[in-house]
């Protein structure tokens, strides 16, 4: 057999091993392996998507009603509002924006699993800077890392996968030593379960505001519950936001999720009463993991860091076998999502038998 001959693929591209889902669950398992949200939607939601637009017709480009709704929230121009299918596209469209052939993008690593491809489809290298013993950023070091050629810095806050904030004085030092010219993206996709009050809170603190290069990056997949329909937005500058609305794909905020998003929106208190009940979980989580010997790093976040290290795979298994879908990272850790009331038990249980063999 001949091998066809087929269109050359950049070799960077061919390269790049897919985005790496968590494992889909089984009916009986518990899937922690995701950060989604473990209640069932709102019933308000439900019904406000059964009056969406007809699914014939395309929906709003401009995502106009959702973004006037988000700037009215947070008392910013329409234009400092820019909405796409998850703040992972929201990612990726700025740093296409900002970012090409010969040029850096700065991140803490480890940290979301995204960040390594996406400077990579821009053409740009990725800089990744080791977190600190305590799995925190590293800022200092990440300003260090700044050269002429850096066009971008990722600040995930609490981090993915391993939990822990940066604070609101760190972040202000941090910005100080950062040229004004280069964009610092501000990752606060599980913004709503901090609880530190030290906490850097891009909205609330109006950072976008104070430094025109910051953006601060939010989602509906997570304190939201909207994983599967996709949305997420940026505040920002409105001239650095053209940036993503010129690279982003058009059309792709289906007017279900544009719906869907407005509806959570209206029902926001009972969603953070949702976000509380996670937050219970965690520190109960958190504490009897610790109380067993596990070195858990303080989590801000809908997920904790179990630091398995070289016993990763094997520690999964055991999890697997507990009918508990977690995420291993081999030889670092486990990351398991604050799910379900029942499964908090569980998780502990399988933890503590790992710590006794
Ligand atoms: N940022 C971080 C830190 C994340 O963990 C995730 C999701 N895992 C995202 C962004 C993307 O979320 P979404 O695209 O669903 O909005």
Redesign the pocket.
Known sequence: MTEPILPRIRPEIAALPPYRQGKQAGPEAFKLS??ENPFEPLPSVLEALQHTAPINRYPDASAGALRARLAEKYDVDVDAVHVA???????YQLILGVASVGDEVVYAWR????YPGIPLVAGATGIQIPLTDGARHDLDAMADAVTDQTRAIIV?TP???TGPIVTSAEFAAFVARVPKDVLIIL?E??AEFVTAPDAVDGLGERVFEQYQNVVV?R????AFGL?GL???YAIGHPRVLDAARATGIPLSVTSAAQTAAIASLDAEDELRERVTVIVERRTRLVGGLRAQGWDVPDSQSNFIWLPTGEQTDAAAAAFDAADLIVRPFAGDGIRISVGEEQSIEKVMAVASALRAG
Do not use: W
């Open positions: 995701s950060n299918s998850g703040s992972v596209s929201i990612l940290s979301f699993e995204a995930c981090n993915n996968p990752d996709a599980y990056l989602t509906f997949s997570k994983a996709r949305v997420g």
